[in-house]
């Protein structure tokens, strides 16, 4: 599996009910030719179905902060990678390049963790990323836990401009076959479970989502659409 995160419980069914008990997820970028990471079919189930697996032989991974800043195994960065398959530039496009590559180091744009085995677990991207009272939020991990509920099959989450926060939550949810389900039933499941920051605002049920060609959701597309629902604009910053 590739291109896009895989819903964890995506993975498990996958497993459970074709029987692909094989199947690896592999994370890479066409500017890194393009495989960077793949887990490998002897790997731990739940190292498979969380993670991206284990940077490949003869390539090099970091994680940094937005200053570009190493950081520690655990922590939440942008993902970077140095070695052979990292491309040479962009034709024709200086700027470009010199904002992606780095030293040497492709800048992602791929929010994720390392842990201390090497295992990379992507958990959005750096422009999802929603700041909500001061607070991160990273749409990924509130996708994964909405999607633990019974009626959903699937979720996009992304973040609207706000005036008091900056930006709030909204969800678009595509409900299973022959279900129907409430903006007070999602949210009642939500309660307790977590933290009231990630909560979305704004909830919607949807009969699809946009996607390029490839099956990536494009969310500014989904915000583009909920600003222009509820009236929204992009504040003006000094």
Known sequence: MAGAPCPIEVMRRVQRDMHMTEVT?????TETSPVSFQ???????????????????HLEVKIVDFEG??????VKGE???RGYSVMQGYWDDPERTADAVRDGWMHTGDLATLDEQGYCNIVGRVKDMIIRGGENVYPREVEEFLF?????????VFGVPDARYGEELCAWI???????????????????????????????????????????????????AMMRELGLSVQATA
């Not at 887990?39 to 179905?49: F, I």
């Not at 800043?69 to 655990?74: F, S």
């Open 25 to 29: 997820i592999a994370y890479g970028m």
């Open 39 to 57: 887990s490998a079919t002897d790997d731990p189930v739940d190292k498979r179905v969380a993670t991206v697996g284990r940077i490949l032989p």
């Open 69 to 74: 800043r190493t950081l520690p195994v655990g």
């Open 79 to 81: 993902l970077c990678t």
């Open 148 to 156: 633990t509920h019974p009626k959903v099959a699937a979720v996009q």
């Open 174 to 224: 595509i409900t299973r076959s022959g279900e129907s389900c409430t903006e007070d039933e999602i949210r009642a499941f939500c309660r307790d479970q977590i933290a009231h920051y990630k909560l979305p605002r704004y909830i919607r049920f949807v009969h699809e989502l946009p996607v390029t060609v490839t099956g990536k959701p494009q969310k500014f597309l989904m915000r583009d």
